[in-house]
């Protein structure tokens, strides 16, 4: 069969969402749909309450291929393993604890058929146990900020799971990401996507349910692997405005981006000991103006530049505070 769209599934430990996540699929209203799903040596029942739901969906079998690794690779090496053998025109990455609506697929295939669109993006529903919070995702109606806006990552999501993408993109090795970080992963494939990208469109259907509650995920807490995470993506990033020449054209945005990360995560991470650890991280940062940072922002940077970590830890608190108030 010739697929429109193939949907990659990467699986670590998400037995309480497999389900739910693979119905969402399988239901479908597009038909020419190649599913890769990735086992990314899970410990728990994932993978096998997966294959119990293909049992029900007859149809779908010739359509679905399994793939496992035999150690836990990360996120970015299990779809980079299901790239290497996907078919589809368009390529689209689903969490499996995540869930999509039944004509997600149908509708952006066809929207970036209509307007010969290299990348479509959809709104997404963020749940939550008590709540759902709808998240509209921003595209730059100037093609010039398409690259400027995901490396900022103020206004657009670097997820790709509500980004339906033209294969075409992913054969350039520079969209590929074969790194082990569990962190940021997106956002370095989406970077490159941008920069090549043609012609990028949005539509302003929430198709994308993003599940908040989910524990085992990645950003539920934070340590020094999203530090190193962070240094991994930036020094990949640079690597890449350097091979393709616009390391001047971008080093202003480059240095007030790197900061802002940089404070992001001191403001996540629970151990004031890990603020210490990296808070020397990324020292070209120095000339940024603070007057172009959040109230907390400043406050954060100027509690490390005066190495009083202790006191960062009652700063985290109060943004926490004021955070689940807002």
């Known amino acids: 069969m010739n697929y429109k769209v193939t949907a990659i599934i990467p699986v670590y430990n998400t037995a309480n969402f497999i389900e739910k996540c693979a119905c969402s699929l399988f239901n479908q209203t597009l038909s020419e749909v190649e599913y890769i799903f990735v086992d990314d040596y899970s410990t728990d029942e994932s993978f096998s309450i997966l ?8 149809d779908r079998q010739n359509d679905i291929r399994l793939i496992h ?8 090496i299990s779809r980079d393993r299901a790239l290497d053998i ?8 689903i969490d499996s604890d995540d869930y999509i609506d039944k004509e997600m697929f149908e509708s952006m295939y066809h929207i970036a ?8 993006v959809s709104d997404m529903l963020i749940e939550f146990h008590n709540k759902t919070i709808y998240f509209a995702d921003y ?5 010039s900020e398409y690259f400027t806006e995901m490396l900022t990552n103020i206004k657009s999501s670097p997820s790709l799971c509500n980004k339906l993408i033209n294969r075409s993109l992913y054969l350039n090795t520079q969209c590929r990401n074969r790194a082990k970080a569990k962190y940021m992963e997106d956002r370095n494939v989406c970077t490159k996507i941008y920069f090549f990208a043609t012609k990028i469109i949005k539509t302003n259907k929430p198709y994308y349910h993003y599940v908040k509650h989910n524990t085992n995920s990645t950003t539920s807490s934070y340590s020094s692997e999203h530090f190193e995470s962070l240094l991994e993506f930036w020094e990949n990033t640079d690597s890449f405005l350097s ?3 616009v390391s001047a054209k971008y080093n202003e945005i480059v240095l007030h981006s790197k900061l802002k990360d940089k404070l992001k995560l001191m403001m996540y991470v629970d151990s004031y000991c890990q603020r210490k650890k990296y808070a020397s991280i990324f020292p070209d940062t120095v000339i940024i103006n603070s007057n172009e940072l959040k109230i907390g922002e400043k406050l954060m940077r100027f509690l490390i530049r005066k190495k009083m970590y202790i006191f960062t830890t009652y700063l985290q608190k109060l943004i926490k505070l004021k955070s689940r108030i807002l």
Do not use: H, M, Q, R
């Not at 294959?51 to 007859?58: F, G």
């Not at 690794?69 to 970015?76: C, H, I, Q």
């Not at 595209?139 to 093609?143: D, F, G, L, S, T």
């Open 243 to 245: 091979k393709n020449n």
């Open 113 to 120: 058929i209509e307007a010969n669109a290299d990348v479509v």
């Open 86 to 93: 996907a078919s589809g025109e368009f390529i689209i990455v």
């Open 139 to 143: 595209v730059p109606n100037n093609k």
């Open 51 to 58: 294959k119990n739901v293909t049992i029900n969906y007859p």
């Open 69 to 76: 690794n035999t150690e836990n690779l990360g996120p970015a």
